[in-house]
């Protein structure tokens, strides 16, 4: 795997190494000695997926609160998405920046978020499918959320919002004591 950090520190856009034969092509999404040698989170406790219907789809922003913060990596397993990485993280010097990448099934790339960063998409074409593995459990009470076209961090979405849920679109302004 190759692994190519973003401007945010610890957010890293991952390229799978495929190996091509008469087969097709072969390749690891997952290494835990390799993210671990980066100083990433490797440990791994649950997996998800997301099916998203139609092109415009935006989930996000969310992360997860301590004392259960959660690393994320992300992958689109069918049709394409461009995810975002914003950094909450109070004492980083990108605190409030965001970076942005297109996972597509075609180009196999993943995104890793740390702890401390909101997560969310934007479906590209109708039928995607994302797949995510986490570094925690999900635990309802600490889920939270960042409003997606929030001002105070201008994230700059390739696209029209075609449908969000109501808890996505109504989180209030952020506030940072």
């Known amino acids: 795997m190759k692994f190519l950090e973003t401007k945010l520190p610890g957010v890293f856009e991952i ?5 091509h034969d008469q087969r097709g092509f072969f390749a690891r999404s997952w290494c835990q ?3 671990a040698s980066r100083g ?7 997996c998800n997926i997301s099916g998203n219907l139609r092109r415009g789809t935006l989930r996000g922003m969310h992360y997860q609160a301590a004392p259960f913060p959660e690393a994320k990596l992300v992958r689109c ?3 394409g998405i461009f995810d975002v990485a914003l950094d909450l993280r109070q004492d980083s010097p990108t605190f409030k920046q965001w970076t942005g990448v297109i996972l597509t099934a075609e180009n ?11 997560h969310g998409f934007l479906t590209l074409q109708d039928d995607s499918e994302v797949f995510y593995q986490m570094s925690e459990c999900y ?3 600490m889920a939270r959320g960042v409003r997606w076209n929030d001002p105070a961090f ?24």
């Open 15 to 19: 390229s799978p190494e495929l190996i």
């Open 33 to 35: 000695q390799e993210f």
């Open 139 to 141: 635990h309802p009470e």
């Open 40 to 46: 990433l989170n490797s440990r791994l406790v649950q």
């Open 77 to 79: 397993t069918r049709g």
């Open 154 to 177: 201008g994230i700059a979405w390739p696209g029209k919002i075609e449908v969000i849920s109501a808890r996505d679109a109504c989180y209030t302004d952020f506030f940072c004591p």
């Open 108 to 118: 196999h790339q993943m995104l890793f978020i740390p702890e401390g960063c909101a």
